[in-house]
Structure formats: structure tokens, C-alpha cells
């Protein structure tokens, strides 16, 4: 079945410095790959996708590139934020499933000033 | 404009009560679902709705009852709650049973169970 390892947490990070958060898949087909974060008490929220090779997504400074070849999705930014801190979900949608989605188990992110 | 409501936002109660929790969507999306998140984050679909027929009921107790009078709405019944059902329950919603459009998701619904 479809799976996805994600890197355990927490990680820590002070301000401005580097984010890498790796991700890699497994599944048949063609799956649609999508980071999700979830601030504080709040629910997951749509980060980037990418729905086919070789696709970056992007937004709010973070950016991932769907590695076909290396069956990979790694979150990256640049200079991360305190308001960064979060937990980022890595997740799979199988194109031909009925919207099932495969999540990663999740790692905690927190920036310290 | 709240896309994917839940309601209630927290609930305590006592082990061996009966529970609901009730979600609405105004997207206008064919699929919802429920996933449960235990203390570690990890999160686990329980149950998917397209269109008021279920298509999805991954292995979780027949205490827990999908309900979706309408493609708009989809409550939980959870019957005798035991003290493992505490959790944070996430309503979502998607387009459709066939889209690769990403779910969108509720607040969560944060279970106490004493």
C-alpha cells in the first residue's frame, strides 16, 4: 500500500537559519503530493502541492520539488521565522484511489529567537 | 467565511457517555471525511463520504457511527467512550471521490475523556 516516511522531530531551528524537513514515498501510480501545516490548535492547512514529476510547489517562502526518481518530497525554506513553528505534514493522494490521502507522521518545527 | 465548521471545539466528558460531533462544509465539495490525531500527531482517517454513501470505514469501532444527512454535512456518533477516544477529531472536505485537489480541513473537535 501507499506509505510516507517523514523525518522525526522536534527540530529546532534559530531565526533565519535553514529549513530542510525530508519526505519519501511510496506508492503506485501517479500520486499528487501536498505539504500540510498545523499551527497551534488549529488544523492542517494546504502549505504547496505538486501533482506531477519534477512540479515545484511553493508558497510563503517554502518550496518542495517532487523527485520521481528518488521518490522524494523535501520541505525547504530558505530563512525560517519564529511564526514557522508548527507541526508540517508531508501527504500523498493516489490518482487512483477514492481521495484517500497517506500522511507522514508529522514533524514539530520550532524557531527560537 | 468558515470552509469547513466543527462544532464543538472542546468536549469533556465522562467515560461511557454518548457523544456527537457535528461538521459542515460550504465549499461546495462531494467528499468529506474524519480523521482522529492522537497525542503524538499522527493522524488517521477514520471515515469518507461522497455524496452521503460512505466509501471509505477504515477498521475503527462500530462505537463510532458517520452520519451525513447531506453532502454538506457529516456528524460522529461515538457510543460508550472509553478513556483511548481522547483526541483531537478533524473534519475535511474535498472536491470530489476522483480529484487530485487537496482536502481542506476543520479546527478539530479536542475529546477529554475522564
Known amino acids: 500500500g501507499d506509505s510516507v516516511t517523514q523525518m522525526e522531530g522536534p527540530v529546532t531551528l534559530s531565526e533565519e537559519a535553514f529549513l530542510t524537513i525530508n519526505c519519501t514515498y511510496t506508492a503506485t501510480g501517479y500520486p499528487s503530493l501536498f505539504w500540510y501545516v498545523q499551527y497551534p490548535g488549529e488544523g492542517l492547512q494546504l502549505l504547496l502541492k505538486a501533482t506531477k514529476a519534477d512540479d515545484k510547489g511553493s508558497n510563503k517562502g517554502f518550496e518542495a520539488t517532487y523527485r520521481k526518481e528518488t521518490t522524494s518530497f523535501h520541505l525547504e525554506k530558505g530563512s525560517v521565522q519564529v511564526s514557522d513553528s508548527a507541526v508540517y505534514f508531508c501527504?500523498?493522494?493516489?490518482?487512483?484511489?477514492?481521495?484517500?490521502?497517506?500522511f507522514g507522521i508529522g514533524t514539530k518545527l520550532q524557531v527560537i529567537p | 467565511d468558515t470552509a469547513v465548521s466543527q462544532t464543538p471545539k472542546y468536549l469533556v466528558t465522562q467515560m461511557g457517555n454518548d457523544k456527537s460531533i457535528k461538521c459542515e462544509q460550504n465549499l461546495g465539495h462531494d467528499t468529506m471525511y474524519w480523521y482522529k490525531q492522537d497525542s503524538k500527531k499522527f493522524l488517521k482517517i477514520m471515515f469518507s463520504y461522497n455524496n452521503k454513501e460512505l466509501i471509505i470505514n477504515e477498521t475503527v469501532p462500530n462505537r463510532f457511527s458517520p452520519k451525513s444527512p447531506d453532502k454538506a454535512h457529516l456528524n460522529l456518533h461515538i457510543n460508550s467512550l472509553e478513556l483511548g477516544d481522547s483526541a483531537v477529531y478533524f473534519c475535511?472536505?474535498?472536491?470530489?471521490?476522483?480529484?487530485?485537489?487537496?482536502?481542506?480541513f476543520g479546527d478539530g473537535t479536542r475529546l477529554s475523556i475522564l
Open positions: 501527504a500523498l493522494l493516489n490518482s487512483g484511489g477514492y481521495q484517500k490521502v497517506t
Open positions: 475535511a472536505s474535498s472536491p470530489g471521490q476522483l480529484s487530485n485537489q487537496p482536502q481542506h
